[in-house]
């Protein structure tokens, strides 16, 4: 069981590192494609389109703190708290591989989520930043609802 | 496993950016040049507001340009700083 545990999270983590990296990427695209809006419409007198794009770049540099700073902190908090050895035996084992999965798919959910946020602020959307939101906060649930389902679970199975 | 993906989407990336960084540059120029016939034009005319407005828009131009180039980099270096490892 830990030698698949292990597994899963290496490739988990491999997934982490190349979204990490595409965020970052296109977090700068993102800023230049603002910046060329802009320039644009200063040029061109749209004094409205400016300040849609100054907000927008604010905006995509508050989204990519937030997924680097907050997200790694928020997921270590909820991991912390979910119980890794309910019971004892086959369930205990269980109990460990599922903390550690839900873990790493809620991080990775959570930074595709911003992930799509940034791409919508680059072409100018407004909603899909809440919808990023409620995504962060129905994996943090997730992982509350399991941290109360794994000993829950132990007790019903009647192991130790 | 994912590392040539991302290389891949790193060179999109890349080419994205010189790309944009090309049209910023000539949409600059254009915009420089716009302001300077309205400023020469308001000088020929003697409407000393559109010269004094066309030179403001050159200016901020120029500030607009030296924050893509100059500030956005920092911006993507402080951020690379920050990039986590995994948390799990």
């Known amino acids: ?160 | 496993m994912f590392d040539p993906i991302l290389q891949q989407i790193l060179e999109i990336a890349r080419d994205a950016w010189a790309f944009m960084a090309g049209l910023l540059i000539i949409v600059a120029l254009l915009g420089g040049l716009y302001f300077v016939l309205q400023g020469t034009a308001g000088a020929a005319f003697g409407a000393s507001r559109t010269t004094s407005m066309a030179i403001i828009g050159v200016v901020g131009l120029v500030i607009i340009v030296l924050f893509a180039f100059l500030f956005l980099p920092q911006v993507g270096d402080m951020l690379r700083k920050f990039q986590p490892a995994a948390p799990f």
């Open chain 1, 1 to 160: 069981m830990s030698e698949v545990s292990s597994i899963l999270l290496a490739f988990m983590r491999e997934a982490w590192l190349a979204l990490a990296g595409a965020f970052l990427a296109f977090v700068l695209l993102a800023c230049l494609a603002q910046v060329l809006r802009v320039s644009s419409a200063s040029v061109l007198g749209a004094n409205l389109w400016v300040w849609e794009s100054v907000s927008a770049l604010l905006s995509i540099v508050l989204i990519g703190l937030f997924a680097f700073i907050g997200i790694p902190q928020i997921v270590r908090a909820l991991q912390s708290s979910l119980p890794n050895a309910g019971g004892c035996g086959p369930i205990s084992e269980l109990g460990t591989l599922a903390s550690s999965l839900i873990g790493g798919l809620a991080a990775l959910r959570m930074l595709r989520a911003a992930f799509t946020s940034v791409l919508s602020a680059s072409i100018g959307g407004s909603s899909t930043f809440a919808k990023a939101l409620i995504e962060c906060a129905e994996a943090m649930f997730g992982m509350i609802l399991m941290s109360a389902a794994i000993p829950l679970a132990a007790w019903f199975l009647g192991t130790c």
